[in-house]
T-cell receptor, first 115, second 114 residues
Framework: DTGVSQNPRHKITKRGQNVTFRCDPISEHNRLYWYRQTLGQGPEFLTYFQNEAQLEKSRLLSDRFSAERPKGSFSTLEIQRTEQGDSAMYLC?????????????FGPGTRLTVL | AQSVTQLGSHVSVSEGALVLLRCNYSSSVPPYLFWYVQYPNQGLQLLLKYTSAATLVKGINGFEAEFKKSETSFHLTKPSAHMSDAAEYFCAVSQETSGSRLTFGEGTQLTVNP
């Protein structure tokens, strides 16, 4: 396995612009998760997919955020009309099965800076 | 609701000394507990996890943690610190009623001095 990959690794944008991040999970992993991590904090859960179905969304995921996982493979996270408060590291993770105790494997993250 | 508290945002030890990173959890139902390590510019890597089997859990790189229900704790230890252990460590909890989400603590930055 090559691990979870995320692109881009860094993104700088101006307030009000839209951005999209991509996550490629480990091959054949059923579940895919998105977390957000701000400086000095632990990751915070945003949403997760089982195959192509989005099963849970955090209250942190405002209407400006949308996530998709077409065909149950890669996933995209889009932020519309970015705000300075969106500046953070966006982490993607995947797990092989559906058990809560399955290990979540994390990617290196996409660091977003909103100017 | 579930939550995790990590006591000490920064811990400094000498090489060869005992490492003790503290984690206390709050959970309304039996928890599952995890320790992750994050090196600069890398993703979080699982060190170990408690899934209601043995209360003493051994992980990678010589780390272990003990689940103590009476103390609601899951502290991470390593008998002898190595320079390569310098990183940020996160404790996380999940539970059946909260789906697959992990709830993380704020992290502890471990510094190892020569």
């Amino acid at each position: 396995d090559t691990g979870v990959s995320q692109n881009p690794r860094h993104k700088i944008t101006k307030r009000g612009q839209n951005v999209t991040f991509r996550c490629d999970p480990i091959s054949e992993h059923n579940r895919l998760y998105w977390y957000r991590q701000t400086l000095g904090q632990g990751p915070e859960f945003l949403t997760y997919f089982q195959n192509e179905a989005q099963l849970e969304k955090s209250r942190l995921l405002s209407d400006r955020f949308s996530a998709e996982r077409p065909k149950g493979s890669f996933s995209t996270l889009e932020i519309q009309r970015t705000e300075q408060g969106d500046s953070a590291m966006y982490l993607c993770a995947s797990s092989p099965g559906t058990a809560i105790t399955d290990t979540q494997y994390f990617g290196p993250g996409t660091r977003l800076t909103v100017l | 609701a579930q939550s995790v508290t990590q006591l000490g945002s920064h811990v400094s030890v000498s090489e060869g000394a005992l490492v003790l990173l503290r984690c206390n959890y709050s959970s309304s139902v039996p928890p599952y507990l995890f320790w992750y390590v994050q090196y600069p510019n890398q993703g979080l890597q699982l060190l170990l996890k408690y899934t209601s089997a043995a209360t003493l859990v051994k992980g990678i790189n010589g780390f272990e943690a003990e689940f103590k229900k009476s103390e609601t704790s899951f502290h991470l230890t390593k008998p002898s610190a190595h320079m390569s252990d310098a990183a940020e460590y996160f404790c996380a909890v999940s539970q059946e009623t909260s789906g697959s989400r992990l709830t993380f603590g704020e992290g502890t930055q471990l510094t190892v001095n020569p």
